[in-house]
C-alpha cells in the first residue's frame, strides 16, 4: 500500500513570494491533515480536513495560509506572501476517519524563507 | 485544553543498555487515545503505537513497552537492549474523543544511541 505523497520535498523562496505545497493521502482515507514543525519543535495542526470539508483550521494563519481539498482527496496547501518565520517542515497525515485512528505522515515539505 | 509534556529533550545511551521516555499528559476530557511516534533522521513520523483511555494494560512489542498509567497522566516509553537505529527523536501524542482526532504533540525527546 501506497504512503502519504508530498511534493516538493524542498523549496527555498524569498520573503514576501508566494508557495505551494501538494499531498496525496493514503488511498480511502477520508481524513487528511496538514501541520507544520517548526525546528526542535513537535508538530502543529494546521488544518484538518473531512473529506472535502473542513474539520478544523483554528491554528491556522488565515491572513496568508490557505488549503483546499476540492475532490476529498489530493490536498494544496499555499503561504502568500511568506514570513521569515515559516520556515519549517510541512507534514500532510492521513487517518482512516476521525474515531482516534491512527495517522500516518508523508516525508514533509522543508520550506526555507530568506 | 490539552497538553502533552515530554521533559527529557535529549537522552545519550551506550549500544544495549535500557532507555525509557517519559511522556506526561493533561486533558479533561474521559476518553481520549495515545500515541508515540518515531522521526529518524529521514525526517518522515513513523507510527508505533495507540492506546485508549480504557486500555491501561501495558504492551511489549519485540524490543518495545509501553506502561499506561492514568492515576500519574503518563504514558512511558522504553526500549530494552538499545540499538544505533533506535536514534530518532521520538513524539508522544495525545487526541480527544471529542477533538476530531486532532492531534496534539509533545515537544519530543531526542535519543542517541552509541556503539
Known amino acids: 500500500e501506497a504512503g502519504v505523497a508530498q511534493s516538493p520535498r524542498y523549496k527555498i523562496i524569498e520573503k514576501r513570494q508566494s508557495v505551494a505545497f501538494w499531498c496525496n493521502p493514503i488511498?480511502?482515507?477520508?481524513?487528511l491533515y496538514w501541520y507544520q514543525q517548526i525546528l526542535g519543535q513537535g508538530p502543529k495542526l494546521l488544518i484538518q480536513?473531512?473529506?472535502?470539508?473542513?474539520?478544523?483550521d483554528s491554528q491556522l494563519p488565515k491572513d496568508r495560509f490557505s488549503a483546499e481539498r476540492l475532490k476529498g482527496v489530493d490536498s494544496t496547501l499555499k503561504i502568500q506572501p511568506a514570513k521569515l518565520e515559516d520556515s519549517a517542515v510541512y507534514l500532510c497525515?492521513?487517518?482512516?476517519?476521525?474515531?482516534?485512528?491512527?495517522?500516518?505522515f508523508g516525508p514533509g515539505t522543508r520550506l526555507t524563507v530568506t | 485544553a490539552q497538553k502533552v509534556t515530554q521533559a527529557q529533550t535529549e537522552i545519550s545511551v551506550v549500544e544495549k543498555e535500557d532507555v525509557t521516555l517519559d511522556c506526561v499528559y493533561e486533558?479533561?476530557?474521559?476518553?481520549?487515545?495515545l500515541f508515540w511516534y518515531k522521526q529518524p533522521p529521514s525526517g518522515e513520523l513513523v507510527f508505533l503505537i495507540r492506546?485508549?483511555?480504557?486500555?491501561?494494560q501495558n504492551e511489549i512489542s519485540g524490543r518495545y513497552s509501553w506502561n499506561f498509567q492514568k492515576s500519574t497522566s503518563s504514558f512511558n516509553f522504553t526500549i530494552t537492549a538499545s540499538q544505533v537505529v533506535d536514534s530518532a527523536v521520538y513524539f508522544c501524542?495525545?487526541?480527544?474523543f471529542g477533538a476530531g482526532n486532532m492531534l496534539t504533540f509533545g515537544g519530543g525527546t531526542r535519543l542517541m544511541v552509541k556503539p
Open positions: 486533558t479533561r476530557d474521559t476518553t481520549y487515545y
Open positions: 492506546r485508549n483511555s480504557f486500555d491501561e
Open positions: 497525515a492521513s487517518s482512516l476517519d476521525l474515531a482516534g485512528n491512527e495517522q500516518y
Open positions: 480536513f473531512q473529506n472535502n470539508g473542513v474539520v478544523d
Open positions: 501524542a495525545l487526541s480527544d
Open positions: 488511498s480511502g482515507h477520508a481524513t
